[in-house]
């Protein structure tokens, strides 16, 4: 049987290493940084993240933050930060050995989402 996404990407021990790496990645990348070090409780941030990539990957635990529409509202983010969050991921995915279709499936998926994040 072909492995899920989530089995794919590490499970929740190699999801849990790739948004320790997207988050410091963010933290890092002068576009974004400064959105990421206003981030009252980055720890939360990360704990949401995971359960995001789980949920949405096929993984057994559920979503427990926002929906991306109501989360990103009113920061007015731009398409050059968006692609430079995305860009921080797939190096993050890189790193950790996350490559083929399943570095593509998680890039199809976010790229899906840019409607709910770009100047809402
Ligand atoms: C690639 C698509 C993206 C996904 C999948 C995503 C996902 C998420 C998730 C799951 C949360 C946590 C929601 C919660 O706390 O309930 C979040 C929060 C946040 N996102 Fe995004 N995000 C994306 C793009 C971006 C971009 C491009 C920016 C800005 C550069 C951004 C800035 C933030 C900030 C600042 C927060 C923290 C909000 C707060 O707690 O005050 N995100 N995002």
Redesign the pocket.
Same mark, same amino acid.
């Given at each position: 049987m072909t492995a899920t996404l989530f089995e794919r990407l590490g499970g929740a021990d190699g999801i849990a290493r790739i948004v320790d790496d997207i988050v410091a990645a963010?933290l890092s990348n002068p576009?974004?940084r400064t959105?990421?070090e206003? !981030? @009252?409780?980055l720890g939360? #941030?990360k704990k /949401? $993240?995971r359960?995001?990539f789980g949920a949405g990957s096929g993984g057994p635990e559920p979503? =427990?933050?926002?929906e991306?529409l109501e =989360?990103?509202k009113g /920061?007015n &983010?731009s398409e050059q930060?968006?692609l $430079? !969050?995305?860009d921080d &991921?797939v190096a993050a995915m890189d790193r950790n050995g996350v490559g083929g279709d399943a570095k593509n499936d998680v890039i199809a998926i #976010?790229y899906s #989402? @840019?409607g709910q &994040? &770009?100047r809402v």
């Open positions: 963010h576009v974004v959105r990421f206003n !981030v @009252k409780d939360h #941030l /949401m $993240a359960e995001f979503y =427990t933050g926002r991306m =989360t990103h /920061m &983010i930060e968006y $430079a !969050v995305m &991921i #976010l #989402l @840019k &994040i &770009i």
